[in-house]
């Protein structure tokens, strides 16, 4: 494997082969005015028996990296058997926003809501203080659903201290709009986080300056402060959106209580 880096007005170059480095890092002025790394690599045969990587993964990739670095152009190029280059582009101007218009479509009962804030706080008291950037996209619908979650430009498959999050927040914000406006009927029981989840369309794309993971895969979060400031932000913007925005409000009420019944018809 070659990297080779840019920055500061410096070229630093390495060179690795069976994981080792050979010939220690080179470093040499440069006058291009580009910053970046670029990697060049090969698999060793040796250790990976099968090398068929599909075009998919890659593309799947990019396009999330894509998501969570707004306006940050990604162009991946392939090289076919007569030598001629295939291209894709993956961009999102707006970051999660875009892509949660793109996923929702045309047809949603709500416009797309986007909001961000910095918190700063600790896991525990005998933990140090760190800094965390939230920011989320949502809207409802009654023909998608889809949840994702990234932390530090990572997708979580498994969410965990967001998702657990948003389900506390919305749950909390939509069963109290529903009980002030006297929404559910007399006697009826509460709705449940599966009649949420069956119209929403949610992404939320966080950083922090220390991430606990769940294990090794790291496709989970475990930090106690990044669910606790993400439950209040999300319950406080949801109040607020709800209150600004009776019409909206009463959609999702309406399609929520609708999943309920029609759940709780067919159990």
């Given at each position: ?35 970046g790394t670029r ?70 009962l709500t416009s ?74 007399k006697n009826e ?79």
């Open positions: 494997m070659d990297v080779e880096i840019i920055r500061d007005g410096f070229q630093y170059n390495l060179h690795f082969e069976k994981g080792v480095n050979v010939g220690g890092l080179q470093k040499k002025p440069t006058k291009k005015k580009q910053t990697t060049h690599w090969l698999p060793d045969l040796d250790v990976f028996t099968e090398i068929e990587i599909p075009d998919d993964y890659f593309c799947d990739t990019l396009r999330r990296q894509a998501v969570v670095n707004p306006n940050l152009l990604f162009l991946y190029r392939k090289e076919e058997a007569d030598g001629t280059f295939t291209e894709r582009q993956y961009l999102y101007e707006n970051g999660i926003a875009d892509y949660v218009r793109e996923i929702a479509g045309e047809n949603t797309v809501q986007n909001w961000s804030c910095q918190r700063e706080g600790r896991d525990r008291e005998d933990k140090p203080t760190y800094k965390v950037k939230l920011n989320v996209a949502l809207t409802f619908s009654n023909q998608v659903q889809r949840l994702e979650y990234y932390h530090n430009s990572s997708w979580l498959e498994h969410g965990g201290s967001p998702e657990k999050a948003m389900r506390s927040a919305l749950l909390s914000a939509i069963d109290g709009y529903l009980r002030t406006n006297n929404k559910y009927n029981s509460k709705i449940t986080w599966a009649d949420i989840q069956d119209c929403l369309i949610f992404v939320s794309s966080n950083f922090s300056t220390q991430t606990s993971y769940e294990n090794q895969t790291k496709k989970a979060i475990t930090n106690k402060f990044v669910q606790e400031a993400m439950t209040e932000f999300l319950r406080s913007n949801l109040e607020i959106y709800f209150i600004e925005n009776p019409f909206d409000a009463e959609k999702i009420g309406e399609q929520v209580l609708l999943n309920k019944r029609s759940r709780e018809k067919a159990e």
